[in-house]
């Protein structure tokens, strides 16, 4: 899918609990001032108002008539349908609401809601993650491309999508790669978002450092903790995040196990990674055994943390072998290593998320509608 010259405009939203941020988007790139407003999440006239309040400040600031309004909103919804269901944070649309089909009455354009999570893992793939490592592939002359995107966003929960040939995966259901249902490796009894997002720091560094989890700082400060060699908390602050990354790696190798492609990982928390990602790299190529005891690779590709510079050397040069075609003189290069790779959002979350949403619509644009 190119990402270039295209001059149709798509208008956005970025949904929060407390707050809707609306902007619109023109070749990839931001078009206007964002628009932001309380969200109003216990009140349905004016949280409903308020969105049409958004999107109509936007659309007057926008040169040309938009084609199209695509955003992330949470879940559980029919987003094919535009119907939004019984939301934790936003609780005024429990019951059911038909948000896409009356902004679609109101602004006279297709509306396309998804998951935020997919539509991070989509931009990831147009513009971000994907075609970051396909290109450190073709500068080093190397025939491997990846087609395959799996990616989770760490925050106040725990999220996933993946892309698979540029197809965003979507479900029957509208409930694709709902990553934070998978099992709590360290605690099974309970779901892996539970040890994967910011609470999960805070609850870890809390028992660690033996005071109320009330009382635990916000994941920023318990970083800053971890890399202060001489702070008096600051194993506890490790061993949070390392714990993080040990659940997410769980997760992660579940999920590559069905998916064979790259991984990206985005959300709040991932500009932690330097405390974490080893952790998940690790839980990757960990190992599972038989009735016998005979040790086997959970993967069945080796993981490669690609922000570790002597890691990404040896995923972008792979195990090139040439071989010779039986009954014949013949030769044939090949690469005999099967390998995933882990990495970091090259966009940003919120942009992965805009981008994708502005792609999801001209795709379908370009289909005849929805």
Request: net charge positive.
């Amino acid at each position: 899918m190119s990402t270039k010259h295209d001059r149709r405009i798509v208008m956005t939203l970025d949904a929060g609990g407390t707050s809707f941020r609306f902007s619109a988007m023109r070749n990839y790139k931001s078009l206007t001032q964002t628009v932001t407003l309380p969200s109003q999440g216990h009140d349905l006239k004016a949280c409903l108002g308020n969105i049409i309040e958004g999107f109509s400040r936007v659309k007057a600031q926008c040169p040309e008539p938009p084609q199209a309004i695509s955003f992330a909103f949470p879940g559980p919804a029919d987003y094919p349908r535009g119907i939004i269901g019984d939301l934790g944070n936003l609780p005024c649309f429990r019951g059911g609401v038909a948000l896409g089909p009356m902004l679609e009455q109101k602004f006279k354009v297709p509306v396309l809601i998804n998951n935020d999570g997919d539509l991070f893992v989509h931009g990831e793939a147009i513009a971000g993650f994907l075609p970051y490592v396909n290109g450190l592939l073709k500068k080093a002359g190397s025939p491997k491309r990846y087609q395959n995107l799996f990616g989770v966003t760490l925050g106040t929960g725990f999220g996933g999508g993946l892309t698979h040939g540029g197809e965003l995966f979507l479900g029957d259901n509208s409930i694709g790669f709902e990553v934070w249902l998978l099992r709590n490796k360290l605690v099974p009894a309970t779901n892996a978002e539970e040890g994967a997002c910011i609470r999960a720091v805070r609850r870890v560094f809390a028992r660690e450092a033996g005071i109320p989890f009330e009382n635990a700082p916000d994941p920023k400060e318990i970083e800053a903790i971890a890399r202060d060699r001489k702070h008096p908390q600051g194993q506890a602050a490790l061993n949070a995040y390392r714990r993080l990354g040990e659940v997410v790696g769980d997760a992660m190798g579940e999920a590559l196990t069905l998916v064979d492609g790259l991984a990206v990982i985005g959300g709040g928390l991932s500009k932690a990674w330097p405390l974490f990602l080893p952790s998940v790299v690790a839980e990757l190529n960990s190992v599972f055994a038989n009735p016998d005891g005979k040790k086997f690779h959970r993967l069945a590709s080796e993981a490669f943390n690609l922000e570790d510079a002597a890691q990404q050397r040896k995923f972008i040069k792979g195990r090139p072998r040439e071989i010779t075609v039986p009954g014949s003189r013949k030769k044939i290069s090949y690469d005999a290593l099967r390998r995933v790779g882990v990495g970091i959002s090259r966009l940003g979350t919120s942009e992965a998320v805009a981008v994708g949403a502005y792609a999801f619509a001209l795709r379908k644009l370009d289909e005849g509608g929805k």
